[in-house]
């Protein structure tokens, strides 16, 4: 007769060959998914996932957000509804692509939906005189000089992605303040 822990013992073996096999399968999709997707374009009449309002009845960056288990981007009415959701860490490690308007080529009352940029290469400034769809938003964009031009003509402070957290944007208010108690970096 065969002791019972042998057979425990093949069982869990099996369990962690499992278990490997569908953490390389998960990774490979990871990567499959993020070579295809492209930040595509808001039609009228598209809601904002975070919010719900028209997205192109309203000024200022947008952002999209293309998120594991969805066919389609999610699309937010700022790039501030965005983050606040990007930034969730119930949905973060989710999010495949993150891409957003560059505001150094585009006019801040309508940006043109050709000129989307990675949001993780992206720099922002926060605490501008800018209007989103929100209020106070992250103005977006692809190189650090045009960030920091627009913030001297329109104030706010320079922050890259790697700064951003959720905890930031949650301060930015919905008021005329600036986020005062944030001047580190
Ligand atoms: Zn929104
Ligand atoms: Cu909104």
């Not at 947008?62 to 509804?81: M, P």
Request: charged content about 20%; hydrophobic content about 35%.
């Amino acid at each position: 007769m065969i002791p019972h822990f042998i057979t425990a013992k093949r069982v869990w073996r099996l369990l962690g060959a499992l278990c490997l096999a569908v953490a390389l399968s998960a990774c490979n999709d990871t990567t499959n998914n993020t070579h295809d997707q492209h930040a595509v374009a808001i039609e009228s009449g598209e809601e904002c996932h975070l919010c719900g309002m028209i997205i192109t009845k309203f000024p200022g960056p947008k952002g999209q957000l293309y998120k594991r288990g969805n066919a389609n981007n999610l699309k937010f009415c700022s790039t501030r509804d965005m983050f606040a959701y990007f930034l969730d860490p119930e949905h973060q490690h989710n999010i495949q692509q993150a891409f957003v308007h560059d505001m150094a080529v585009n006019s801040w009352e309508q940006p043109d939906d050709k000129t989307y940029i990675d949001a993780r290469e992206a720099w922002y400034v926060i605490g501008s005189n800018k209007r989103g769809a929100m209020g106070p938003t992250l103005a977006s964009f692809a190189d650090q000089e045009s960030a920091n031009s627009f913030a001297d003509k329109q104030g706010g402070k320079l922050y890259h992605f790697d700064d951003l957290n959720l905890d930031l944007i949650s301060s930015m208010g919905m008021g005329n303040q600036a986020p005062n108690k944030h001047t580190t970096h």
